[in-house]
């Protein structure tokens, strides 16, 4: 028994395996589960990987890398994506509020991930208020900007 007086084996992972598989104990519709009964089914989309399909064609994705093909741990990276702003559209730094079409850039660098947008095929780019953050990962660039996507891309409204 364990020290929390659950049976079985001590959870080892977050819902998610190296290999991009459901962890065994994952819970239904959450993605994880930390010392609860194993699940009977996996959960689509609990065995994430950090190169899982994020909104983010590869042709998108401009990885730094050495010698192995991977990425280089602090070297600079950046993923984009053409959105939709929904209602109220994003706040920038620079110019207060960007509407309609517009790309949205992730880049990685020095431990850091920083959001900027602008105007679908314009030249100028703009900080998004509040997008930079910490990211000593480079392999979560992608989570994160599928995440930015998911949240910024409204075209319905």
Do not use: C, F
Not at 6 to 13: E, L
Not at 44 to 60: I, L, N, Y
Not at 120 to 148: C, F, M, N, Q, S
């Amino acid at each position: 028994m364990s020290e929390r007086g659950v049976t079985g084996p001590k959870p080892t992972t977050a819902g998610m395996t190296a290999d991009g598989e459901a962890a065994p104990g994952v819970a239904p519709g959450a993605g994880m589960n930390a010392d609860g009964p194993p699940a009977t089914t996996a959960v689509p989309g609990a065995g994430m990987q950090a190169d899982a399909d994020s909104g983010v064609s590869a042709s998108e994705r401009t990885p730094a890398v050495a010698g192995g093909g991977a990425a280089v741990a602090g070297a600079p990276q950046s993923r984009t994506t053409d959105i939709v702003a929904g209602p109220g559209g994003v706040m920038t730094d620079e110019v207060g509020v960007v509407t309609g079409e517009l790309t949205l850039r992730s880049d990685y660098a020095d431990g850091h991930v920083t959001l900027t947008v602008q105007y679908k095929d314009a030249d100028e780019w703009y900080g998004v208020t509040g997008g930079r953050a910490a990211l000593p990962d480079p392999a979560g660039l992608d989570a994160v900007h599928g995440i930015a996507v998911g949240l910024l891309h409204r075209p319905e409204g």
